[in-house]
């Protein structure tokens, strides 16, 4: 009878171990199928970053995308609730009851208009440090552009005079009694600190007269006295006012534009001849276009670089967009062709067929010349600066404003935008953009993508980032020092926060 049940207790567990090996052997074939997909399509990914995407992306003719909503192409990003704050502190208004001004600053403003503008609003911060009667700018007639326009051409004099009361005096001329007396000729130093001005107070006690020859980049970015910041904030965006004739024919367009779509992109398109041959930018143009930019950048003192690589400036990300990239860009992002697109720019190299391979796909281009009528543009005609204020009024008032080129007008669109409450500014990664191009060239080896879904996706997610949302001012690249260290911080013009743009705690106490 023992034996007996001992025999049917070790067939029992005979079974019950059997069961539990067969269950155990299928669970580890299940694991083992399992890692052999997992590791096949990490193996199938490396081969290419894309391709694994590709096949997750349905063809747009099988499956459309879905069209992108209203509030993610034109509202303004998310701002948490911050605001302009350019009023002095207490501390900054004891100090002007005791300031003299029989000391003066006369200035020779270098530049096209906004390299003008953003070097104006330095010299008042700088006369304001150094004690001093600002004497109304003289603007550059020798640049490029050889516009003769005049400070009160272009800007509202009185207003910029009355406006800048509480900060510094501005004169309209140096009196008669002064013009003649030796005067110090002085070329301030760029990116220059609060305390390198204070050391420049000495000049007062050999002379009554100060000359700036150059105003652009005369004061550091960053690392400034708040007072200071926002007194530069003040000039630039509220001192600054255009003059009446450039503000109503502005105001009159921006009118227009909005008659007919209700919105629009004002677009900095910045293919223009001085740019490419500045910049040595030649891809895409003819043999005998290269020839031309070259021969023009080595004719102009100032830009005289003999040798630049036109392919490494491209894959650099140093070049504007070529017409034909900006359209395939924007409507990655998801624009629809009739979108209606001012364009803020002069004479396009290459003209109406280069110009076509954009309106081809937005058809719904416009320039404030097909705007305005030949009589409301006459007294413009030939004043690149007063011209460009028009286009920079349009741009900054645009429901959304992209530029082509990172060159000094869309710098100080940006700033404005960002001062005004982050309007939706789209800046294009150009080097990433640049690889994405290339892989749509179906001439080149990396030509594997098309104008689909894919497309778009790795364009929107490129530039989430890249809307015009709150952030700090960028500093310097590390590892560098002095003036190479200050000219790669942003520009405290193109991006005035925190300084001039503060939280909700603060704002009882500094708007």
């Known amino acids: 009878m023992a034996r007996s049940r001992g025999g049917r207790r070790f067939r029992f567990r005979f079974r019950f171990h059997r069961r539990n090996l067969c269950a155990a052997a299928a669970y580890a074939a299940v694991l083992l199928i399992a890692l052999s997909s997992f590791f096949t399509l990490i193996s199938l990914s490396k081969k290419d970053g894309f391709e694994d995407r590709r096949e997750r992306v349905s063809s747009e003719e099988e499956h459309p995308s879905e069209p992108i909503p209203d509030r993610e192409l034109w509202d303004a990003p998310f701002s948490f609730g911050l605001h302009t704050c350019v009023k002095p502190t207490a501390k900054y208004k004891a100090m002007l009851g005791a300031r003299e001004s029989d000391r003066y600053i006369t200035v020779r403003s270098n530049g096209g208009l906004n390299q003008m503008r953003t070097g104006i609003a330095d010299m008042v911060a700088v006369a304001h440090i150094v004690n001093a009667t600002l004497v109304i700018p003289e603007l550059d007639r020798r640049s490029f ?51 390198y001005y204070e050391e420049m107070r000495r000049l007062w006690n050999e002379f009554q007269v100060i000359h700036v020859a150059k105003s652009d980049s005369r004061l550091a970015n960053n690392d400034l006295p708040l007072d200071i910041q926002r007194l530069r904030c003040r000039a630039m965006y509220n001192a600054l006012r255009f003059s009446p004739p450039i503000e109503i024919l502005a ?36 043999e005998a276009e290269s020839k031309e930019l070259t021969i023009m950048r080595e004719n102009t003192s100032h830009w005289k670089v003999k040798k630049i690589n036109s392919t490494e400036q491209r894959l650099g990300g140093n070049c504007p967009l070529t017409p034909k990239e900006v359209g395939i860009f924007l409507q990655a992002l998801g624009y629809p062709p009739s979108t209606l697109i001012y364009i803020a720019a002069g004479e396009i190299y290459g003209g109406n067929a280069r110009l076509s391979t954009l309106s081809s796909r937005f058809p719904n281009l416009v320039f404030k010349e097909t705007l305005a009528t030949k009589e409301e543009l006459e007294g413009f005609t030939n004043h690149a600066s007063q011209s460009a204020a028009i286009d920079y009024i349009i741009s900054v008032e645009s429901d959304v404003f992209v530029s082509s080129y990172s060159g000094n007008m869309a710098r100080a669109v940006e700033g404005h935008r960002r001062f005004l409450g982050h309007r939706r500014t789209i800046t294009p990664d150009r080097k990433g953009l640049v690889e994405v191009f290339d892989r749509l060239d179906d001439r080149l080896e990396s030509g594997d993508l098309r104008e689909d879904s894919l497309l778009s996706e790795l364009v929107r997610q490129m530039h989430h980032n890249r809307q015009g949302a709150p952030r700090k001012r960028k500093g310097a690249l590390p590892g560098l020092k002095g003036k190479a260290r200050s000219r790669t911080e942003e520009s405290f013009y193109e991006n005035p926060y925190p300084e001039c743009i503060c939280g909700p705690k603060s704002h009882s106490k500094t708007m």
Request: charged share 35%; aromatic share 12%; glycine share 6%.
């Open 251 to 286: 105001k009159k367009l921006i009118e227009r534009l909005r008659s007919r779509e209700g919105r629009y992109i004002a677009l900095h398109l910045r293919y223009e001849k001085d740019m490419l041959s500045f910049t040595g930018c030649t891809y895409g143009l003819t």
């Open 145 to 195: 552009w050889k516009d003769t326009s005049t400070f009160s051409d272009i800007f509202d004099e009185t207003h910029f005079i009355e406006a800048l009361k509480g900060d510094i005096r501005v004169a309209r001329e140096l009196p008669k009694e002064l013009e003649s007396i030796p005067r110090a000729r002085k070329h301030f130093s760029s990116w220059a600190s609060m305390g």
